[in-house]
């Protein structure tokens, strides 16, 4: 398949402050607009109650989404089996999918996450950014994103929190927080 893109780049979005994958999501929206197509693979979702599951699945066939992640939080320094399983099994499908070529962008969502808990080696990930098809745009996603994959990125945009409702005691709330 012929890409639509004429030079691919690698964008990360991290930083503590809301809004990574939104603005990630929001470029998927865009592109699959100007007719390009979109794969996204979320790290470290295993609920399935997220309203990008099913809305972005109206965007299909021009969009597609896969999540993968056990269930319940991991904590640094604890390497559970079920969510190490899952991230393995969710980077090695990004692999196949950005290598591939046949997609114009590939969003990697909490990836950067899941290199900070350990349960990806950046390595890996600096070694799929260096082999990624120069058609290819790849999309990286999560909090604490290292000196090396920033250094590595075409544009890095940092959200910063200033102030979150979180801190007056309003909880998530769907459809605006997942």
């Given amino acids: 398949m012929m890409s639509n893109l004429s030079q691919g780049l690698v964008q990360i979005y991290t930083g503590n402050g809301k809004g990574k994958s939104t603005a990630a999501f929001g470029l998927a ?25 099913t809305g972005l699945k109206r965007l299909s066939p021009e969009c597609h989404l896969e999540h993968y992640g056990g269930q319940g939080w991991v904590h640094k320094g604890e390497r559970l089996e079920e969510h190490l399983k899952e991230a393995q099994k969710a980077f090695s499908r990004a692999e196949e999918i950005v290598l591939s070529g046949e997609w114009d962008i590939v969003i990697l969502d909490e990836l950067i996450n899941a290199v900070w808990f350990e349960l990806i080696s950046e390595e890996s990930v ?29 544009l890095v945009t940092e959200m910063v929190q200033r102030k979150h409702p979180f801190e007056h005691g309003v909880m998530s709330r769907k459809g605006i927080e997942f």
């Fill in 29 to 53: 929206i865009r592109a699959v607009g100007h007719g390009f197509r979109v794969f996204i693979i979320q790290f470290m979702k295993g609920r399935d109650d997220y309203g990008e599951l």
């Fill in 126 to 154: 600096l070694e799929l950014i260096n082999n990624k098809p120069p058609k290819v745009e790849l999309i990286l996603t999560g909090r604490n994103a290292s000196q090396l994959l920033i250094d590595r990125a075409d």
